[in-house]
């Protein structure tokens, strides 16, 4: 009797651990063991980026879109939002159109930045005219904003508003923000910690390296030498789904 007894208890036990089935691996792992997991277990989501357009072909004075021609680089286009000394969105959308001869000087310098672990970051690129009155309007200080009947350069096609960028997308400190009217934007004020100085170097000696100058009171502001003769515009560029 004692043994039938014996040999059922087995024979369920055996059977509940059968329908169990046995624990995953991951369930027996104590505290201090970690899962790990080979590069062939890992799918990444691949990026699609978009096939490019060739400047062949295309006159130096022509107006393009510039992420048409590169995937590398990245933009905050304030004046398409009201995070600007506007206080107002006076773009429709978000682009950044230049002539053609300036597409091709920022595509290399921003090469140029990509070895030293950096990229363009854009705050503005042609500007309407139109626009240039509103800012005038605002601030009427040729320091800052051009005389909008004499033309910026922006309104010519020859001259951005950037920064810098690691590949994460972090912007290096430049010492204030985009369109900060004060002598801390100043290129030549020097009481300033040494990193923000060190990193106004690398972006102004880089781009006036590529062909572009700088203008004393704004640390983020570059021309390109040969642009500056160009014929003011003032046309709007056409937004996706319009």
Same mark, same amino acid.
């Given at each position: 009797m004692m043994k039938a007894l014996i040999f059922l208890s087995l024979l369920v036990l055996g059977l509940s651990c059968k329908h169990q089935g046995n624990p995953p691996k991951q369930a027996i792992l104590s505290g201090t063991d970690s899962i790990k997991v080979s590069k062939e277990d890992t799918v990444l989501p691949k990026v699609q980026k978009k096939p490019l357009k060739s400047f062949e072909g295309l006159a130096d004075t %022509?107006?393009?879109?510039?992420?048409?021609? *590169?995937?590398?680089?990245?933009?905050? #286009?304030?004046y398409a939002t009201k995070n600007n000394f506007l206080k107002e969105k006076v773009y429709d959308c978000a682009e950044c159109y230049v =002539?053609?001869? %300036? @597409?091709?000087? #920022?595509?290399?310098?921003? /090469? @140029?930045?990509?070895? /030293?672990?950096? =990229?363009? /970051?854009?705050?503005?690129?042609?500007?309407?005219?139109?626009?240039?009155?509103?800012?005038?309007? #605002?601030? &009427? +200080? &040729?320091? $800052?904003?051009?005389?909008?009947v004499k033309g910026s350069i922006h309104n010519k096609g020859g001259a951005v508003d950037i920064t810098l960028v690691d590949f994460e997308g972090t912007e290096l400190d430049m010492g204030t923000d985009f369109d900060f009217f004060g002598k801390r934007a100043y290129h030549d004020n020097t009481d300033l910690p040494e990193l923000i100085l060190n990193n106004r170097k690398l972006l102004k000696e880089t781009m006036e *390296?590529?062909?572009?100058?700088?203008?004393? %009171?704004?640390?983020?502001? $570059? %021309? #390109? *030498?040969?642009? *500056? +003769?160009?014929?003011? @515009?003032?046309?709007?560029?056409?937004? &996706?789904?319009?």
């Open positions: %022509t107006f393009v879109r510039l992420a048409d021609f *590169s995937n590398d680089f990245v933009y905050d #286009l304030r =002539r053609v001869k %300036t @597409a091709k000087a #920022l595509v290399q310098v921003n /090469k @140029a930045f990509m070895e /030293k672990g950096f =990229r363009i /970051k854009f705050f503005d690129c042609y500007r309407p005219n139109f626009v240039q009155f509103k800012m005038w309007k #605002l601030v &009427p +200080n &040729p320091q $800052y904003v051009a005389n909008p *390296s590529h062909g572009f100058w700088s203008i004393r %009171t704004e640390w983020w502001h $570059y %021309t #390109l *030498s040969a642009g *500056s +003769n160009d014929k003011i @515009a003032n046309f709007k560029w056409d937004c &996706p789904g319009n």
